[in-house]
């Protein structure tokens, strides 16, 4: 079987990527090993600045009807200091706020529409290897002890960055300063309906907001070496109560918030994360999503780079499709004007929240101000809108 495009993932980046592709009749093979719908671990905000693009995408009245409140303020919980101020918004936008989905519903509802586009879905199967042969690409997929081969004229990797496989290079080996992700679900918090904290303790960093079905996500990035010895302290908790421990104790909003809440469902993990920007395109093979690069989760942005950075592709591959080094050079330009900054904000932002000496510092200052926490949320791409698309 020979595609256009064999993409590889269905999260957010590789189902956007194929679904345009797709109406823009393309052939396209979409594989995906995981059954949807799943959750994953992700804080779940999506930035208003994606709401043209999800409008393209078929899902923006689902997200504005099903997705928990608008997000009109940012905070900062650390230590006992709570501080709150305005999230920076869009001007003359339909939707000024953004506002979180679960990934169940996200993921699920965008490969909805890449199948409806016309993309072939392969579900639940991995891709595993995949060699260039003269002009295209063939791809292996197992599913089980079930083996099938196809091939593409292009790959479009969208694997994330969390899992073995194919990443696109060796992970490398584990360090006590990897950071791990990890998520839950809450019900019945006491989190203010349109507020969304960030969450400072030492060795990491979190965030909570509502979501959908009156629920919220905590999730956070934590030192393994953090985490290490909270569980040595607390031996008899699991990881993500360990977690959950070290944020309670540490910073006094996420106690407030959480103190009558109701865990719904298992705490969630992943990791090593893998801050940082990679190759964007090698010899007919293109990088979207958290593979072609990846922010700390801090500035929460992940999901709007990897619907973006598949935004940029598929209109690049759709309109020059001829000449794929071209393309591979426009989409790496555009992509690290788009996506770069938010990356190194993320990098920054992770520096000073891991140090205690740090935020002790800075707290007051952000006391007197709470302007600068709008304009770090700012900096952290807020109101950083597609150029082709900002209807
Ligand atoms: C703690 C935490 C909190 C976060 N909070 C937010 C937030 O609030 N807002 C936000 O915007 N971002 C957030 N993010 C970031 C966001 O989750 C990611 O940036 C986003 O999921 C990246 O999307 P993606 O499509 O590139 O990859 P993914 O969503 O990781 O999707 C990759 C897909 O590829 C599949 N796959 C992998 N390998 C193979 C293979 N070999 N064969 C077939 N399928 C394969 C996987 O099963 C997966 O479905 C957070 C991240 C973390 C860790």
């Keep these: 079987m020979m ?80 501080i709150t101020a305005t999230m920076p918004h869009l001007d003359n936008a339909p939707s000024k706020w953004g506002r979180a989905l679960g990934r169940e519903h996200l993921d699920s509802l965008l490969l909805d529409q890449a199948r409806l586009a016309g993309a072939q879905i392969w579900q639940p199967w991995s891709a595993t290897q995949f060699q260039k042969q003269d ?44 950071f791990l992700g990890f998520k839950a679900h809450f019900t019945q918090s006491d989190l203010e309906a349109n507020l969304m904290p960030l969450l400072v ?38 990881a993500g109560e360990a977690v959950a421990h070290h944020i309670i104790s540490f910073c006094q909003g996420a106690r407030h918030v959480l103190n009558k809440a109701q865990r719904e469902g298992q705490w969630l993990s992943v990791g090593p994360l893998r801050p940082g920007i990679r190759p964007l395109y090698n010899n007919g093979i293109f990088f979207v999503g958290n593979s072609a690069g990846e922010a700390h989760p801090i500035v929460a942005e992940g999901i709007s780079m990897a619907l973006q950075s598949a935004w940029l592709l598929a209109d690049l591959l759709i309109n020059k499709q001829a000449d794929l080094n071209q393309v591979g050079r426009e989409y790496t330009r555009k992509w690290t004007a788009h996506c770069a900054s938010r990356i190194r904000a993320a990098n920054l932002f992770t520096q000073i929240a891991i140090h205690p000496r740090a935020v002790a510092f800075l707290l007051p200052l952000f006391k007197h101000f709470p302007q600068l926490i709008t304009y770090g949320a700012k900096l952290s791409g807020k109101v950083k809108t597609l150029p082709t698309i900002s209807k």
């Design 201 to 238: 303790f030492p060795g990491g960093y979190g965030g909570m907001v509502h979501t959908d079905n009156s629920r919220i996500t905590l999730s956070c990035g934590i030192m393994r070496k953090t985490l290490s010895h909270t569980r040595k302290i607390h031996p008899g908790l699991s």
């Design 135 to 178: 002009n295209f690409y063939t791809c292996t997929l197992t599913q089980k002890e079930k083996t099938e081969i196809i091939s593409g004229k292009i790959m479009i990797m969208a694997n994330g960055s969390w899992e073995k496989g194919l990443s696109q290079s060796a992970l490398p080996p584990h360090k006590p300063t990897d």
């Design 3 to 82: 595609f256009d495009a064999i993409v590889v993932g269905a999260g957010p980046a590789g189902t956007t990527t194929a679904l345009l592709l797709a109406r823009a009749g393309w052939t396209v093979a979409l594989v995906e090993k995981h059954i949807f719908p799943r959750r994953k671990v992700c804080g779940e905000f999506i930035s208003a600045t994606n709401l043209p693009l999800l409008k393209e995408l078929g899902i923006a009245d689902y997200y504005l009807s099903h997705g928990g409140p608008p997000v009109e303020r940012v905070g900062l919980f650390a230590n006992n200091t709570i």
